[in-house]
């Protein structure tokens, strides 16, 4: 590309030297001296009649052939000259020409955007996924080098920052990555996914555990944003570590009802959840439902599933949700305690409830017309695990 930029910046540049060039000739210089004497001579011959015809004295005529010498001088001297002048000028336009391009590549390459272009490029074709893991090594070591570079002369830039410290995590060079992230952190210390992000790589760093920094960065994330996933991921592992099981079947349910069930991060959060439950054994009521879609009826097997209870005759606010897809069904879920909606009461709080289940055309947990939907009867909870089987059979 750049070497076709210079051939056409050439071809440019020759359209205009080429005719100063031209004027600059010899055979120019010499038909205008020539025209110059010739004009001096004339003038000389009309001063010599003026005197004879007494229009000019002697005096008069004596000055005016003076002046017209001079004159004469003066266009020769002008005319000696200026075949150098041009031709000086022409060369050291030529040269300014030839010389741009190459010096507007090279200060690009040192201020413009050429990494950033690359690295871009970089990242596309990492993106694409169709790269071997030998492949996928050296792209990745291109771009760390690229990025690496870039952030000499932008220090500041976060997103490079970001990008880089979470290539150093993947690699498992929890170290480096875990300093990366602190420099980004220091950029922007209110963001809770960045403080999450640097909490897991000290986490990592530490030998999985959260003590130092890893567990200060970690309430700095949800200080910021109790929701996030990442934070809440990670507080649900310090509380199975620390033995608090409620708090981490409670994080990891939070984080559950924000991603899509088939997943592999809700399947992940879903295997802590039921380990979880194991430590409790009976500690945590629990209503476990089964749910099965109605042989009549028929949905799209992506289609969201949700199962909830709710307080019977009282507010429609459920108490525990959980969601599903068609495509799991028939399927059997626990409801408890951990699973209740933020600021809303338990599911032990209540002592009759009903449990429904929607297929949600829309995706939305609210009802519309269109949803599939079945409910149980009145039910009664005794501080004890309760099993009910729901229908769903007809539609909204």
């Given at each position: ?30 038909e ?8 001096y ?140 992230y ?13 403080l ?11 030998g ?8 200060d ?44 069930p088939?997943t ?92 429904v ?20 009867d009145?039910l ?17």
């Amino acid at each position: 590309m750049w070497l076709v930029l210079g051939l056409l910046a050439l071809i440019a540049a020759m359209f205009i030297i080429f005719p100063l060039l031209k004027k600059s000739s010899a055979p120019e210089v010499g038909e205008s001296a020539h025209a110059n004497v010739v004009l001096y001579r004339e003038q000389l011959v009309e001063l010599d009649r003026q005197l004879t015809a007494g229009e000019i004295d002697a005096v008069q005529h004596a000055e005016l052939v003076a002046e017209q010498q001079r004159l004469l001088l003066a266009d020769e001297a002008a005319i000696g000259e200026s075949p150098v002048a041009s031709g000086r000028g022409a060369w050291l336009l030529l040269a300014g020409l030839l010389l741009l391009p190459l010096l507007s590549f090279g200060l690009y390459q040192m201020l413009g955007s050429s990494d950033d272009v690359s690295i871009t490029s970089l990242m596309e074709q990492r993106a694409e996924g169709n790269l071997d893991a030998e492949a996928d090594k050296a792209l990745r070591q291109q771009l760390q080098q690229r990025i690496a570079r870039r952030l000499q002369s932008q220090p500041d830039n976060i997103y490079y920052l970001v990008t880089l410290a979470r290539m150093q995590l993947e690699e498992g060079d929890f170290l480096q990555a875990g300093a990366t992230y602190q420099q980004a952190v220091k950029l922007s210390p209110d963001d809770a996914e960045l403080l999450a992000e640097y909490a897991q790589a000290i986490y990592f760093a530490s030998g999985n555990r959260f003590v130092g920094a890893a567990g200060d960065a970690l309430d700095q994330a949800l200080a910021a944003d109790p929701n996030n996933l990442t934070a809440l991921g990670l507080q649900g592992i310090r509380a199975f570590e620390d033995g608090d099981y409620r708090l981490a079947i409670a994080s990891w349910q939070t984080a559950l009802r924000a991603i899509h069930p088939a997943t592999p991060q809700a399947q992940a959060l879903q295997g802590g959840i039921e380990r979880a439950r194991q430590q409790l054994g009976d500690a945590l009521p629990a209503l476990q439902v089964s749910v099965a879609l109605a042989p009549g009826l028929t949905a799209e097997p992506s289609q969201l599933v949700y199962v909830f209870a709710r307080e019977w005759q009282g507010p429609p606010m459920p108490l525990a949700v959980a969601r599903l897809l068609v495509s799991d069904l028939p399927a059997t879920v626990t409801l408890d305690d951990s699973m209740a909606m933020p600021g809303g009461k338990p599911l032990s709080s209540v002592s009759k409830i009903q449990v429904v289940a929607r297929v949600s055309k829309s995706g939305s947990a609210i009802p519309a017309p269109g949803d599939l939907e079945g409910a149980s009867d009145e039910l009664t909870l005794a501080g004890e695990a309760v099993s009910q089987a729901v229908v769903i059979d007809r539609k909204l």
